[in-house]
């Protein structure tokens, strides 16, 4: 079963709106940056990857400029009713392919284990060391998980429940 995966030129609609809704609503994905103003914007500089399956939007994910030199991979949704039928791993491979076309350094981290699973399937490769290549203010910086940032190398959550994955690193 393959999903139509699309990136820029978008064709239009209130997609954006609806995708919005769906990403606040899950308890893993990030919501302090998801507007669906931001999504399309990301969408349109070819940062993000929209997935539909019989004419329904069913997919995203997205890559977040957060410095100068580097992405991070995340917002990943599958629409709960198509999830487990391999469309997840589509989005990864895709957004995956579209880094390494645009030469991007992309990263993501993640305590999902689903979203592990799905970059584990494309081989992309988990990375233990949290301050490079990746900058540690970027990976692994103050963090309502282990707030104490002093002690950040004693981080129980880092390489266990916790990953970090390097997108064309
Ligand atoms: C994460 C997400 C995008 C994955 O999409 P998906 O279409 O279900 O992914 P796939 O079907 O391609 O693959 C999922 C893999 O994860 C595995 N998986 C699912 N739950 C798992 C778990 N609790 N532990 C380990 N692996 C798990 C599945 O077994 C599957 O691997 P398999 O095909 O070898 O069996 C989807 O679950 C989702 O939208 N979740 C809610 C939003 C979210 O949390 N996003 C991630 C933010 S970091």
Known sequence: MHMRLVHAPMPTGSIWEI???????EPHILGSRITATKLRELYDE??????????????FI????????????????????HRGVGFGTQLV??????????????????????????TRKVHLPLHNEWKSPIPYELTCGP????PNDEMKDACPYRNNACRLILFNS
């Open 19 to 25: 995708l919005e809704r769906a990403l606040l609503a």
């Open 46 to 59: 070819g940062l993000a990857v929209v997935g539909f399956y019989e004419e329904r939007l069913v997919g």
């Open 62 to 81: 997205a890559a977040w400029p957060v410095s100068a030199d580097h992405v991070e991979v995340g917002s990943a949704w599958i629409h709960i009713e």
């Open 93 to 118: 491979a895709k957004m995956a392919d579209l880094l390494r076309e645009q030469k991007k350094s992309g990263f993501a981290i993640s305590d999902n284990p689903a979203f592990i699973a799905t």
């Open 143 to 146: 963090c309502e998980k282990f």
